[in-house]
């Protein structure tokens, strides 16, 4: 199973979007990992993994429209 820090994500509870960003090369043994954490924790979110800069840009619009 991956390791927590192999990974980050991001809950848009609007509209209901997880943006993750995979912080490994191991892509496969994290997606496995991604995949069963998502669909029992979230089921109704939608799923989006992204790139770490997009990734942050996300992050950053959200911590903005919050101030």
Not at 8 to 37: D, H, M, P, R
Not at 54 to 62: C, I, P, R
Request: aromatic fraction near 14%; include cysteine; charge should be positive.
């Amino acid at each position: 199973m991956a390791s927590p820090t192999s990974w980050q994500f991001y809950k848009e509870i609007e509209t209901k979007i997880l943006w993750v960003n995979i912080c490994t090369q191991n892509i496969e043994g994290v997606a496995i990992s991604i995949n069963k954490w998502w669909k029992t924790r979230y089921p109704a979110y939608k799923i989006r993994i992204v790139p770490k800069k997009e990734f942050e840009l996300v992050k950053m619009q959200a911590e903005k429209k919050e101030q």
